[in-house]
């Protein structure tokens, strides 16, 4: 019953998470099990990711395969799982775990199992945010073959409905967490590891005025929402569109979100390559 959202624990390595709820406890979970050996819990977290990382490397698999050749998908499934920069990042990073529940989502959808492709978009919401952006997609798909009501009830009630079931922990043990948690995701600061570091060092000197909009959050916050919001413009009509478009989303979410890190890769690899 300890949550490590509000309990400092000896020994244990993520004090303050920054992370979706469903990845703390997962976390905690691995601390709980290790004994307090951070190489034991490295170790076992490392095999997580591995099995994962199997997994997404048959999701690519499955949808290259509906527009491409079988060989051609297996050459693309297996070049991923063993290229050195997915391993090494996958090594110290949990991204290989909500990715494959954004490419299991997608590949669930194409496969018409849509009630199913929402419930493992709410997991992957639970451990990192980006999945979400699927639902604009989904969206978008929906409205441009003018599919039924019941469509859009499903894909707005299902995720809500899991999410909802995932924070109950919480919700019930430390309720006042979820507003904190709410407002942490509304709120960013500026970061020099984002793409608008070395465009500000550039455009300082030469157009100070345009440069003024990297510096300031509120207009940062509008760009990287309109960016995410402009997957609602595109004709995602036919499934190769979409896949295309959520692709599409998720690059806005990277190049224009607060900063950017490397193992952000890991989230649009299986997509580019499907």
Request: charged share 10%; glycine share 6%; proline share 5%.
């Amino acid at each position: 019953g300890v949550l490590p959202y509000t309990t400092t624990l000896a020994g244990y390595p993520f004090n303050v998470l920054e992370y979706p709820f469903l990845a703390g406890l997962l976390f905690y979970a691995i601390y709980l099990v290790s004994g307090d050996n951070f190489t034991t819990y490295t170790t076992i977290f490392q095999i997580i990711n591995m099995v994962f990382q199997a997994g997404i490397s048959g999701a690519i698999y499955l949808i290259a395969s509906r527009f491409s050749s079988s060989r051609r998908s297996m050459i693309l499934g297996v070049g991923y799982a063993f290229a050195p920069f997915i391993l090494w990042t996958s090594m110290s990073r949990y991204d290989s775990i909500p990715t494959f529940f954004a490419i299991l989502s997608l590949q669930n959808f194409l496969s018409k199992k849509r009630r199913l492709s929402y419930v493992w978009l709410a997991v992957g919401m639970l451990l990192r945010i980006y999945p979400g952006l699927l639902v604009l997609a989904y969206l978008k798909y929906g409205l441009r073959n003018k599919l039924s009501k019941k469509y859009f009830l499903e894909l707005i009630g299902t995720p809500l409905a899991v999410i909802l079931l995932g924070l109950s922990p919480l919700l019930v043990l430390n309720p006042s967490v979820v507003p904190a948690l709410l407002s942490h995701y509304a709120t960013f600061g500026w970061n020099w590891e984002s793409i608008y570091g070395p465009i500000d060092q550039f455009l300082r000197p030469v157009f100070p005025n345009l440069a003024f909009i990297f510096i300031h959050q509120e207009i940062m916050r509008i760009v990287f929402i309109l960016a995410c919001l402009s997957v609602l413009l595109l004709d995602l009509k036919s499934e190769w569109q979409l896949v295309n478009g959520v692709g599409y989303a998720v690059l806005c979410w990277m190049q224009t979100q607060w900063f950017f890190s490397p193992q952000y890769t890991l989230w649009i690899s299986p997509i580019l390559l499907s």
